[in-house]
């Protein structure tokens, strides 16, 4: 009796288990699936977050050179130590930069990921100028632009913003905007709180740039659809262009912006976002896609359809775009102002562009991204701060231009926000005037004609048109097989168990020439792979943690190895390098240490 029950629970216990399996396996081959990109647009991307992982780009290869002037520029320089050191030759790669020498740097480094999510300690070393690659179809390059064309007022909002990142920001638009073109930047500090943003920044302002660079200090946080209302309120020239903080403009970026609404005042206008990278401050190309969006309201990148691409022109020729990502565009200034400027009653952050974008579309206006402009953005993981009274602001304002803008298909967001529906979002009838006024089409209209792809979830769903896919994706070049020899020790890096084994350790073991698991690819992405199976990787958050076996994920950062000077193996987006902790301890420990240069972090690769 008492056995049949036990083999029943047992048959019971096998029965759950080969169940989870089964659903544990099923679950990981169909997310596994999802990732492939089969002209179905893109899952939720919102604002200011990278591109989905299958646009990201590659990380640009050629060397950065740093010109003299930079060498010179190398401002700020109680965190620059090394500078001089690392520009030397000029032929070392950018992430470089990051190594950390010392207990200063690492704070510069640590307290920077806490405040602005990026890498402070390479923003501050690069200084306020710097070249970054023309990442621009080579077609813009034979474009002529009308010599005439309005003069656009910049207007940059910031809120505690990293003092170099900003200073960039201002002087790549200094640097590469014909200085007939360029009436004033703005610069609207909301509210910051960090000092240096204060007496520091008018002081370097007064002394080292030109009187069209102004600045307006709100006196309490608006946030920055307020801030930039504020901004070109104070604006005299014929355009507005608003930019982030964070931006590096690129070559000839405000010419192909401006010809397009000089020829109709109601056509506004972004750029192509380049990325910056949070990590290494690398700039690179991004592929041309477009702005669209989901039911819950969040922006998200789309593929072009084929029918939006000027046959002729490909795509170095403007097309349109539903919606924008909201931190970088253009726009003539006194259509802004007839167009309704942004809904006053939305708070700090969130919403306002896909309602600008509605507005823009139904009211008689256009929306067009402009592939010869390239703006650089960094794209940081996350946003470094919250609203004052840590409210949501993105469903309060998502909620204002639902019930503004969206007619009966307010229904789809409810249906996706069911939460929301009898939330308080204000007063919005002066909107609901100001779309009567505008004489503005209905959202039917808008997506019937703008964005025919979007989705009604039912039956009747339409079927995708073909899209142009840009995307190369290709396998990085190996450059390098071999061991990695670790010069004190006489040891090789080695998996601590097996190779294969995600998670895994790594460790210095015994070198033996005839284990393939101790044989490592470096390719020319700086990734490392141990027996052509798991990337190396650095935990980008607990620098403490050691480094790992992890799957390769290909976009740079935690996986990025450099081979330095003295035989260095430094980690990109931790700043430091590998050492063996205890040459003693049989283990073989490895962890990331300060760049100090001693015999334990020295590593020959050996083919
Ligand atoms: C909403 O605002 C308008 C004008 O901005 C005002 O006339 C109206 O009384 C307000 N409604 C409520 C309910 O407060
Ligand atoms: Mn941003």
């Excluded at 008492?2 to 029943?8: E, F, H, I, Q, V």
Aim: charged share 25%; proline share 6%; net charge neutral.
């Amino acid at each position: 009796m008492g056995s049949a029950a036990l083999r029943y629970f047992c048959y019971g216990c096998l029965f759950t288990s080969v169940t989870w399996t089964l659903l544990l396996f099923i679950y990981f081959n169909v997310s596994e699936e999802s990732r492939t990109f089969k002209h179905v647009p893109i899952k939720g991307l919102e604002p200011y977050k990278p591109f989905p992982k299958k646009f990201n780009p590659r990380v640009t290869r050629t060397p950065f050179k740093l010109s003299d002037r930079q060498k010179n520029n190398g401002v700020r320089n109680q965190f620059g130590n090394r500078i001089e050191d690392l520009a030397e030759g000029n032929s070392e790669l950018l992430p470089e930069m990051g190594m950390i020498f010392n207990e200063q740097d690492q704070e510069v480094r640590d307290l920077g990921y806490q405040k602005h999510s990026f890498n402070v300690l390479i923003s501050n070393r690069l200084g306020y100028h710097r070249d970054v690659p023309d990442t621009r179809d080579p077609k813009c390059g034979d474009k002529f632009y009308p010599s005439e064309l309005p003069s656009a007022s910049v207007v940059v909002c910031f809120y505690n913003e990293a003092f170099s990142a900003l200073l960039r920001t201002v002087h790549s638009i200094l640097d590469r905007t014909p200085a007939n073109l360029l009436h004033e930047i703005i610069l609207v500090d909301d509210s910051s709180e960090l000092a240096d943003l204060k007496n520091e920044l008018d002081e370097y302002i007064r002394t080292n740039l030109p009187t069209k660079v102004k600045m307006i200090r709100n006196e309490k946080r608006e946030g920055l659809i307020r801030g930039r209302m504020i901004g070109a309120s104070h604006a005299t020239g014929k355009v507005l262009v608003f930019l982030d903080s964070h931006c590096e403009v690129n070559e000839v970026w405000l010419q192909p912006l401006l010809t397009p609404i000089k020829e109709d005042h109601k056509t506004v206008v972004c750029p192509v976002i380049d990325i910056i990278s949070a990590d290494t401050l690398i700039y690179s190309s991004s592929p041309i896609v477009r702005g669209g969006f989901n039911w819950g309201l969040h922006f998200k990148w789309d593929p072009v359809p084929f029918s939006e691409l000027e046959k002729s022109e490909g795509v170095s020729a403007p097309f349109k775009s539903p919606t924008m990502a909201g931190g970088l565009f253009a726009m003539d200034r006194e259509y802004f102002n007839e167009l309704g400027q942004y809904d006053s009653g939305m708070d700090i952050w969130g919403g306002e562009n896909l309602e600008i974008s509605f507005r823009i579309w139904m009211c008689g206006g256009k929306l067009l991204i402009v592939p010869c402009s390239r703006v650089g953005h960094i794209f940081r993981k996350r946003r470094p701060y919250g609203s004052p009274g840590g409210q949501d602001t993105m469903a309060h304002n998502s909620l204002r231009l639902a019930h503004v803008w969206m007619d009966e298909y307010m229904e789809q967001y409810f249906a996706v926000r069911p939460e929301l529906r009898t939330k308080n979002y204000g007063n919005i009838s002066e909107r609901l005037s100001l779309r009567n006024k505008l004489n503005c089409k209905s959202f039917k209209w808008y997506l019937d004609n703008v964005y025919p792809e979007m989705q009604l979830p039912g039956p009747n769903a339409k079927a995708q048109q073909p899209v142009f896919n840009n995307r190369g994706h290709k396998r990085p070049k190996i450059q390098q097989r071999g061991r990695l020899f670790n010069l004190q020790t006489k040891k090789c890096l080695s998996a601590q168990g097996h190779p294969s084994q995600k998670g895994g350790l790594v460790v210095v073991k015994d070198c033996d020439l005839n284990d393939p698991d101790q044989i490592w690819s470096y390719n020319e992405e700086h990734e490392l792979i141990l027996s052509n199976l798991l990337c190396l990787d650095m935990s980008e958050t607990r620098s403490t943690d050691p480094p790992r076996l992890m799957k390769c994920h290909g976009s740079g950062g935690s996986q990025q190895w450099l081979f330095g000077k003295n035989n260095r193996l430094y980690q990109v987006s931790v700043g430091q390098c590998m050492e063996v902790t205890d040459p003693l301890n049989l283990k073989g420990y490895v962890a990331m240490a300060i760049c100090d240069g001693s015999p334990l972090q020295q590593w020959r690769f050996e083919s």
